[in-house]
T-cell receptor, first 110, second 121 residues
Framework: DAKTTQPTSMDCAEGRAANLPCNHS???????VYWYRQIHSQGPQYIIH???NNETNEMASLIITEDRKSSTLILPHATLRDTAVYYC???????????FGAGTILRVKS | SAVISQKPSRDICQRGTSLTIQCQVD?????MFWYRQQPGQSLTLIAT?????????ESGFVIDKFPISRPNLTFSTLTVSNMSPEDSSIYLC??????????????????FGPGTRLTVL
């Protein structure tokens, strides 16, 4: 699986958009970009995933660059409850393990 | 989605003993995984639990230390054997949700249990 690079931590004001970047320059053609988050003392939670097109769901948007070497997770209106560690993971779609990196600690502040 | 429960939620154990952690899912799932999260660290995959066959272990993890059972499509156990303080971690199970495929999802849309917090003295 391709390796990902994320900033160690980020701060965001409550109500503003949180933009979390991820670099995955060695991504293969059949690998997807997945985002999970882990709120303190809980198991990780799936957020969104995509292959090459931008994706949006009720939680977030995922913007993948045309060369697929980087992506950005966007939380459009961050709340205090979005404070968590956010993991960007690259993996093939079916039956493959998830390799968690260090992730980005997002702190949403009022 | 899938709802996952783990037992126990936490335990304090003496070194040299063993603890079996249970993972129960509310629906049949093909793939179940066991992870370890050491204090202040990210998650590390221990093994993939396959129904009807032996578990597949990641590098650095062996069956004698972490035996796994997968008797059916809704249940798995992980045993932490001959524990030492270095085994103090949160142990989490996760599942790949086949129903996600029907909804345009994928096996890698994994759902995680709440974890078992293990402290070894």
């Amino acid at each position: 699986d391709a390796k990902t690079t994320q900033p160690t931590s980020m701060d965001c004001a409550e109500g503003r958009a949180a933009n979390l970047p991820c670099n995955h320059s060695t991504i293969s053609g059949n690998e997807y970009v997945y985002w999970y988050r882990q709120i303190h003392s809980q198991g990780p939670q799936y957020i969104i995933h995509g292959l090459k097109n931008n994706e949006t769901n009720e939680m977030a948007s995922l913007i993948i660059t045309e060369d697929r070497k980087s992506s950005t997770l966007i939380l459009p209106h961050a709340t205090l409850r979005d404070t968590a560690v956010y993991y960007c993971i690259v993996s093939v779609e079916y039956g493959n393990k998830l390799v968690f990196g260090a992730g980005t600690i997002l702190r949403v502040k009022s | 989605s899938a709802v996952i429960s783990q037992k126990p939620s936490r335990d304090i154990c003496q070194r040299g003993t063993s603890l079996t952690i249970q993972c129960q899912v509310d629906s049949q799932v093909t793939m179940m995984f066991w992870y370890r999260q050491q204090p202040g660290q990210s998650l590390t995959l221990i093994a993939t639990a396959n129904q009807g066959s032996e578990a597949t272990y990641e590098s650095g993890f062996v069956i004698d230390k972490f035996p796994i059972s997968r008797p059916n499509l809704t249940f798995s156990t992980l045993t932490v054997s001959n524990m030492s303080p270095e085994d103090s971690s949160i142990y989490l199970c996760s599942v790949g949700d086949p129903s996600g495929l029907a909804e345009g999802g994928s096996y890698n849309e994994q759902f995680f249990g709440p974890g078992t917090r293990l402290t070894v003295l």
